[in-house]
């Protein structure tokens, strides 16, 4: 579904990524991981087609992000961050609907998705007030109805659930979930080593740009000899220190 | 670019601008209320001081003789004060004027020479100005009529030693008169106005959009950039226009409802006439803001797609409206006949010298030509400029 071969991403002298290849099947939910700074969201806004690789290729879905970025964002949904990036003097209602027009969406079907949204997120109490007086939690739910609503085959989270309560940050953990068994392909970076065990089947690694792992939990395990996520990635990542 | 997705955002950012009480308020309606407001005031403040001024006079005379006091006392408004210290009594605004009569007034003028008077004044200050106007009127009729006797003694009238009558005389249109105090405020407020107007949105819309992080979001969607772009300039556009129209009319009604607010003598001082306003004219003035608005709208929009945040995008734009001030005080001094064909060519500047010989009654169609082509030109290159701009990575990447 998503393959990335000799991927690299250059700011000037800085090197973002470095040769970073990689293969993502569809249903599957792969964790990216690493400190800040290792490339983590360089990488997944090059697949969201918002910066170009320096060098090297992505596809997604057979559509290469450089040469048809449009096809490539049709088929993708994506949440960046802390960051709900909603517009604050609109309502959730008008934010989801804004979305679902650029995507192309016809106005009877942007209604239905945003109420079948709505119905799963348990939003329909604040679906018509304006974003700007939201809780984070509001903020976030209405965020990710916003990302789902032209029904996207491919999902980028990028630390989802960082700066969220317990609530929240298990709703999201239980989404991909969902989104596994709804046979959506799913990439999402985290610092949190716990939800990477409980959610992924495959994790990256990544280090200063460059791929140090990229295998199931399992493999992994067995190749540090450890089943303590926390150390093994210390061991990984942390010799810098 | 696709029209749709322009649509699309152009609907969405207007909506949202709408419901941004702080960008109308600034926009469109704060030069609404305080243009008429402002420009009324100052006539006012004007017309009530020079009043003032004229109603009570109150100066010193020195050396007073009854020849120089009883022609002084012939004008109502002056009254004849005596402070301890008259100098600082006049800096202290207490009396306007200080006469001084030289002491061998009486003397010299009885052997037919020159006699002395001084009148000791402020000229920086209004009141003090109008004072030395009134006694220096009263003081040359007594020199005329001295002049006279003396005369008439030598069998000769004033007639005979006055061979020439020279008299300015206004020969100005009500058209030419309107431009004299049109010609500079109109083409100020109306361009900066297409810079105050557009600057809120143009901050909002790009560094604010940047800022909360929705820009992001609305880049990964299936649209092309050129097509978010056209539409958030259309919005920044519209909003630096709609506050020039907005100034425009707060003008107009200001200049009509001058005359009942400070009464129509204060208000003929202004020789404000209207005539300048035709059809044509309006819709000429209107096209050339248009393309002003769009060619600001443009570089602020690219200015502000550099900015981190939104308090350093109002930094950074800021200087724009130096930018639409400068031009117009570069044709204030010219009268409109005057103006170098090349100022037809400087951005900015182009607009400001049409607007001024609009406002005098004159239309130059080679200088309309000149202006709409040279204003179109720096329109598509001021676009080109922000699309430049707006297409960097730099946008998304923070830092």
């Not at chain 1, 990036?85 to 106005?107: K, V």
């Not at chain 2, 109306?190 to 105050?196: A, Q």
């Not at chain 2, 819709?283 to 248009?290: A, M, P, R």
């Amino acid at each position: 579904m998503i393959r990335l071969q000799n991927v690299s991403k250059k700011f000037k002298d800085f090197t973002a990524v470095n040769d970073l290849s990689f293969e993502v099947k569809q249903g599957e939910v792969m964790g990216l991981l690493g400190e800040n700074g290792a490339g983590k969201t360089t990488t997944l806004r090059m697949i969201a087609t918002v910066l170009q690789p320096t060098s090297g290729t992505i596809s997604l879905g057979g559509h290469d992000t450089v040469k048809q970025p449009e096809q490539v964002r049709r088929q993708i949904g994506i949440l960046f961050g802390g960051e709900t990036g909603l517009y604050d003097r609109l309502t959730a209602r008008e934010n989801i609907a804004y979305f679902g027009r650029l995507y192309g969406l016809a106005e009877d079907q942007i209604r239905e998705q945003t109420n079948a949204l709505a119905k799963r997120f348990q939003m329909e109490h604040f679906l018509e007030k304006r974003v700007g007086g939201f809780s984070k939690g509001m903020k976030q739910k209405t965020a990710i109805a916003r990302s789902l609503v032209h029904d996207p085959q491919v999902i980028l989270f990028d630390e989802p659930t960082s700066g969220l309560d317990i609530t929240a940050a298990n709703m999201i953990r239980q989404l991909i979930q969902e989104f596994r068994s709804e046979g959506r392909t799913v990439i999402f970076s985290s610092h949190i080593m716990g939800e990477v065990e409980r959610l992924c089947d495959r994790v990256l690694i990544l280090h200063k740009g460059e791929r140090k792992f990229h295998d199931t939990l399992e493999a992994l395990y067995r190749e540090q000899e450890s089943r303590d996520l926390d150390e093994i990635f210390m061991k990984m990542v942390g010799d810098v220190r | 670019m696709n029209m749709r997705h322009t649509m699309i955002v152009l609907k969405k950012e207007v909506t949202d601008l709408l419901r941004d009480r702080k960008t109308w308020m600034t926009s469109v309606f704060l030069p609404l209320l305080l243009i008429p407001l402002l420009m009324m005031f100052i006539i006012f403040m004007q017309s009530s001081e020079a009043e003032k001024g004229r109603s009570d006079i109150p100066i010193v005379l020195q050396g007073g003789v009854p020849a120089v006091a009883d022609v002084l006392a012939s004008e109502k408004a002056i009254r004849i004060v005596e402070p301890a210290d008259p100098e600082q009594a006049l800096r202290d605004g207490e009396i306007r004027a200080i006469v001084k009569v030289a002491p061998n007034y009486e003397r010299r003028i009885s052997e037919k020479l020159t006699a002395e008077i001084t009148i000791g004044y402020l000229p920086s200050n209004q009141k003090s100005s109008i004072a030395y106007e009134v006694i220096g009127g009263l003081l040359e009729g007594l020199n005329k009529s001295l002049m006279a006797s003396r005369l008439a003694e030598v069998n000769v009238t004033l007639e005979q030693i006055t061979p020439l009558a020279v008299a300015p005389v206004d020969l100005s249109t009500d058209s030419e008169k309107a431009g004299t105090i049109l010609g500079f405020v109109v083409p100020m407020l109306l361009l900066m106005s297409c810079v105050t107007g557009a600057l809120p949105a143009a901050t909002d819309l790009m560094a604010g959009e940047k800022e909360r992080g929705t820009l992001e979001s609305l880049l990964t969607a299936p649209v092309h950039a050129m097509s978010v772009l056209t539409g958030k300039l259309i919005t920044v556009s519209l909003m630096g226009f709609l506050s020039a129209i907005s100034s425009v009319v707060s003008m107009l009604l200001a200049f009509s409802f001058l005359p009942q607010v400070v009464g129509a003598e204060a208000a003929s001082k202004l020789d404000v006439n209207l005539s300048f306003l035709s059809a044509g004219n309006i819709v000429l003035i209107l096209i050339v803001l248009f393309f002003v608005s769009i060619m600001f709208s443009s570089l602020m929009l690219g200015v502000s797609s550099l900015a981190k945040s939104f308090k350093e995008a109002q930094a950074y734009l800021t200087p724009f409206v130096f930018a639409a001030l400068v031009p117009v005080y570069g044709t204030m001094m010219l009268s409109p006949n005057e103006i170098p064909t090349s100022y037809f060519f400087v951005p900015v500047m182009n607009a400001a010298s049409m607007f001024k010989e609009l406002l005098y009654g004159i239309v130059e169609p080679v200088h309309i030509a000149y202006v709409l082509g040279s204003s179109a030109v720096f329109v598509m290159i001021a676009v080109v400029v922000a699309s430049r701009l707006f297409r960097r990575e730099s946008l998304i990447v923070k830092g």
